[in-house]
């Protein structure tokens, strides 16, 4: 439709500008559309022009080196899956000693580690408990008690006002009592 049209069937000027403004966005609606259509259509023609690229290139393959080689990638596969859950396994049950340690208040995790034997040591389903741990711990605590923590504070020298250093230790001042020294 075009305004010389309209002008021929003598309607009035504002109602053929209001028939060309709907006109027009009628058209620029069908644009888009059309424009949409060839962008999918254009999609469609490279997605197929690859899958005929992908087909020539199956011609060229032997069906029985390709399944043989799906069967070395599913074993390969399966072995690392394998690989990746001991190590996750270890992970765990080193993590898992470590925090017990920690909680047996080890002063050298390390040190103490190297006097349990881990092959005794299994892991729970529960992937925190440790079973054998225990009685290994209490046998190294009462062979190595130096390796962890006592319950009782430690004795610090502390200084006075002078910058003297005086022991609060309770067998210093027996001594010095003993000696008949002065306290402080």
Not at 36 to 41: F, H, I, V
Not at 67 to 94: G, Y
Not at 135 to 152: P, R, V
Request: charged share 35%; hydrophobic share 40%.
């Amino acid at each position: 439709m075009k305004r010389k049209e309209l002008e021929g069937l003598e309607i009035p000027e504002e109602a053929i500008d209001e028939v060309m403004k709907l006109h027009g966005k009628g058209i620029e609606q069908f644009k888009s559309q059309v424009a949409e259509k060839e962008a999918r259509a254009l999609e469609l023609d490279a997605q197929l022009a690859e899958a005929a690229k992908t087909i020539e290139g199956f011609k060229g393959l032997n069906i029985e080196e390709v399944q043989k080689s799906a069967e070395e990638w599913k074993v390969k596969a399966e072995k690392t899956q394998m690989e990746s859950d001991a190590r996750i396994k270890t992970l765990l049950f080193d993590h898992a000693i470590d925090g017990a340690l920690t909680s047996a208040k080890a002063k050298n995790t390390t040190a103490v580690r190297a006097l349990l034997n881990v092959e005794e040591i299994e892991l729970a389903k529960d992937g925190e408990t440790l079973v054998g741990l225990d009685k290994q711990l209490e046998a190294i605590k009462t062979d190595n008690d130096y390796l962890f923590e006592s319950g009782e504070p430690k004795q610090r020298a502390v200084g006075d006002s002078k910058s003297k250093t005086v022991l609060t230790d309770a067998f210093t001042v027996a001594l010095m009592e003993g000696a008949g020294l002065d306290k402080k």
